[in-house]
């Protein structure tokens, strides 16, 4: 299943793909696609998508999931990214928290604080929770799993390294977590080590990338961090993102800027699209 929402930002309406692409409308089944509906997601998969309402028109997507409690972000979990980053390859997941007020639609604009000198990039494979997982083992934990979704992890890298504290404050700034287009469910992912990832800048391929080349795979980041807190339905762990962000570029590295474009995807979990703009 590809479960989406759509509609102006604040009233968004449940959708799902059909067989040819075609959004269908899912509101006269459920109010909305958020933590309750992961918990029963399997009752979707008997719905006779074909008799659904055919939804006309281009449409806004959300966030394919509303009322996400937490963002849980995985640095530094591809080797050559933490290379290019000048740290360390990591012995444990580096964790942080990204504010949910970042998360946007997958096509709305990143807008750049007053002052941002240093905005990047991030492709990353989002996982979304979708039974209450707390110390659960690698071999349970992608029974705890909802689905999958794409994440651009938008970060302010002044903010972030540069001025003092931790990175969630570089990595929170609104619409610094596009999330979407859609939630595939975990059904239809057989394999989330087997995924290609990859992000255009202005049309110029930047990263690509595959989730083969993780230090911390699916079943480990699930189960490490229900070790460390308690995963909700409608949570989102962020997996980390593979080289060629813009504080890598040598000799200089290249940030964002007003007017830029950046198109992003993960096989089998579509693509996104953001204009950057000020604030």
């Not at 970060?155 to 001025?163: A, G, I, N, T």
Request: aromatic share 6%; glycine share 12%; net charge negative.
């Amino acid at each position: 299943m590809k479960l989406l929402r759509y509609g102006p930002a604040g009233n968004e309406k449940p959708g799902m793909l059909d067989s040819e692409g075609r959004l269908r409308a899912l509101s006269g089944l459920i109010d909305d696609i958020n933590p309750t509906t992961l918990e029963h997601i399997d009752t979707l998969r008997g719905v006779d998508v074909a008799a659904l309402p055919l939804v006309e028109g281009e449409q806004r997507l959300g966030a394919p999931v509303s009322g996400i409690g937490k963002l849980v972000c995985v640095g530094l979990n591809y080797e050559d990214h933490a290379r290019e980053s000048g740290a360390a390859i990591p012995k444990e997941p580096v964790l942080f928290m990204k504010a949910t007020t970042a998360i946007t639609g997958p096509n709305d604009p990143v807008l750049l604080p007053p002052g941002s000198r240093k905005s990047d990039w991030e492709v990353e494979l989002a996982i979304v929770i979708g039974r209450v997982a707390l110390r659960v083992s690698e071999a349970d934990a992608l029974a705890h799993v909802a689905g999958y979704t794409v994440m651009n992890d938008v970060s302010e890298r002044e903010y972030q390294l540069e001025r003092s504290g931790q990175w969630t404050k570089g990595k929170s700034f609104d619409t610094f977590a596009p999330i979407g287009p859609w939630l595939v469910s975990a059904d239809e992912v057989p394999d989330p080590q087997a995924l290609g990832l990859w992000l255009n800048v202005n049309g110029e391929r930047m990263q690509t990338g595959s989730t083969t080349s993780m230090i911390f795979g699916v079943r480990h980041l699930v189960s490490y961090i229900s070790h460390c807190m308690t995963l909700l339905p409608g949570d989102v762990i962020s997996t980390g993102t593979p080289p060629g962000v813009g504080l890598g570029i040598k000799p200089e590295p290249i940030y964002l800027r007003a007017g830029d474009v950046m198109t992003l995807g993960v096989d089998g979990l579509g693509e996104q699209r953001q204009e950057v703009r000020p604030l």
